[in-house]
């Protein structure tokens, strides 16, 4: 399980998710069973911390 460090970074990757990057630049992730976006990171233009990236 994934779990903050208290370092800026996270130790070990979160599981069953992914995200992406929309065309605007927001960040959104998605739940790797399902295909259903979760949430969408709009305060700044970087990705959430641990979560797998698509290609």
């Known amino acids: 399980m994934a779990g903050n460090s208290g370092k ?3 130790d070990g990757a979160v599981k069953g998710r992914s995200q992406t990057q929309t065309p605007n ?3 959104v992730k998605r739940d790797t069973t399902t295909g259903r976006f979760m949430d969408v990171k709009t305060t700044d233009k970087t990705p959430f911390k641990g979560v ?4």
Request: no cysteine.
């Open 25 to 27: 630049g927001n960040w």
């Open 52 to 55: 797998t990236k698509e290609k």
């Open 8 to 10: 800026g970074h996270r």
